[in-house]
Nanobody, 127 residues
Framework: QVTVVESGGRLVQAGGSLRLSCTAS????????MAWFRQAPGKEREFVSG?????????YSDSVKGRFTISSANTKNTVVSLEMKNLKPEDTALYFC???????????????????WGQGTQVTVSS
């Protein structure tokens, strides 16, 4: 069993910045493929950003590309961050970190492909 915990969400003004952190407990199958998803009220959970298990391949949704940056603090991807800049009201959502035991260069954007999830951290961007 892998425990995933997110932190860093808060209320921020439009144009501001925020850094989300995610910690995943170690597993014999780490490094993980890691991803961030978000879910706004009344909407489906959507892919935001992902990192391949070797850390070399980074992926972003079109809506956050150029504003968000995913990074890992170690080679096992057990500590992953999402740096968010130039935040917009439409970025308001509950942000989830997810871990997959699959070791792949291609990050799957489907939530169903991830094995372990955190409880989420709320990001609210005021206009």
């Amino acid at each position: 069993q892998v425990t995933v915990v997110e932190s860093g969400g808060r209320l921020v003004q439009a144009g501001g910045s925020l850094r989300l952190s995610c910690t995943a407990s170690e597993h014999s199958f780490s490094p993980y493929t890691m991803a961030w998803f978000r879910q706004a009220p009344g909407k489906e959970r959507e892919f935001v950003s992902g990192m391949s298990s070797d850390g070399r391949y980074l992926y972003y949704s079109d809506s956050v590309k150029g504003r968000f940056t995913i990074s890992s603090a170690n080679t096992k991807n057990t500590v992953v961050s999402l740096e968010m800049k130039n935040l917009k009201p439409e970025d308001t959502a509950l942000y989830f970190c997810a871990a997959s035991l699959r070791q792949t260069r291609v990050v799957d954007r489907r939530a169903s492909s991830y094995d372990y999830w955190g409880q989420g951290t709320q990001v609210t961007v005021s206009s």
